[in-house]
């Protein structure tokens, strides 16, 4: 999961950059983006690469972003433009400042990552490694204190906290029962 944000980021910061693919590459780039996210919403969503360059235009203010064949345990991902944001804030070490709830999903599962630990990059014995990818929609709260009371336990069968007691504390809601 970790890599495919750090691609999310690149929508953020990196200028655009032409990307050299075909017609039918492109096809199967936005397939694969739109994977990501119900049919409600995929309909009406932007797709986007890493690199900055709009394959489809949105009018629904969701962006999907395909997964990258060249880099490892990564999924398709669709968020709103809250939750963009607060992707961005995480990869650049900021405080995310947003107000209300932004939603994510992640229909094709993700990539291996700590349950505690929101810039682990392999498993320790302390930071909760999660290697089981199951479908998933996202949320994050601008009151952490909300989550107060929503568990922190990622094989409890229903949603949890994932990065809890950090500025990244987020809600993960599995469509599918997830194991450890």
Same mark, same amino acid.
């Given at each position: 999961?970790?890599?495919?944000?750090?691609?999310?980021?690149?929508?953020? !910061?990196? %200028?655009?950059?032409?990307?050299?693919?075909?017609?039918?590459?492109? &096809?199967?780039?936005? &397939?694969?983006?739109?994977?990501?996210?119900?049919?409600?919403?995929?309909? *009406?969503?932007? !797709? =986007?690469?890493? /690199? *900055?360059?709009?394959?489809?235009?949105? /009018?629904?203010? #969701? /962006?999907?972003?395909?997964?990258?064949?060249?880099?490892?345990?990564? +999924?398709? =991902?669709?968020?709103?433009?809250?939750?963009?944001?607060?992707?961005?804030? #995480? =990869?650049?070490?900021?405080?995310?400042?947003?107000?209300?709830?932004?939603? *994510?999903?992640?229909?094709?599962?993700?990539?291996? *990552? +700590?349950?505690?630990?929101?810039?682990?990059?392999? %498993?320790?014995?302390?930071?909760?490694?999660?290697?089981?990818?199951? %479908?998933?929609?996202? =949320?994050?709260?601008?009151?952490?204190?909300?989550?107060?009371?929503?568990?922190?336990?990622?094989?409890?069968?229903?949603?949890?906290?994932? #990065?809890?007691?950090? %500025?990244?504390?987020?809600?993960?809601?599995?469509?599918?029962?997830?194991? &450890?």
């Amino acid at each position: 999961m970790r890599t495919l944000i750090a691609a999310v980021l690149a929508l953020l !910061v990196v %200028p655009s950059v032409a990307w050299t693919q075909d017609d039918d590459s492109h &096809k199967k780039m936005i &397939k694969n983006a739109l994977s990501a996210a119900p049919a409600e919403i995929a309909g *009406g969503a932007k !797709v =986007m690469l890493p /690199t *900055g360059e709009v394959l489809q235009e949105g /009018t629904n203010g #969701w /962006t999907c972003i395909p997964d990258d064949p060249e880099v490892p345990h990564n +999924s398709p =991902m669709c968020l709103d433009e809250v939750f963009l944001g607060f992707i961005g804030a #995480w =990869m650049n070490k900021q405080e995310p400042s947003f107000s209300g709830t932004g939603l *994510g999903y992640m229909l094709q599962g993700s990539s291996p *990552g +700590s349950n505690v630990d929101p810039f682990a990059t392999e %498993p320790t014995e302390d930071n909760e490694w999660m290697t089981g990818s199951v %479908p998933h929609l996202m =949320m994050v709260v601008s009151d952490l204190s909300m989550l107060e009371n929503v568990s922190t336990d990622p094989t409890s069968g229903g949603p949890w906290v994932m #990065w809890a007691g950090t %500025p990244y504390a987020h809600i993960m809601m599995p469509t599918v029962p997830r194991t &450890k």
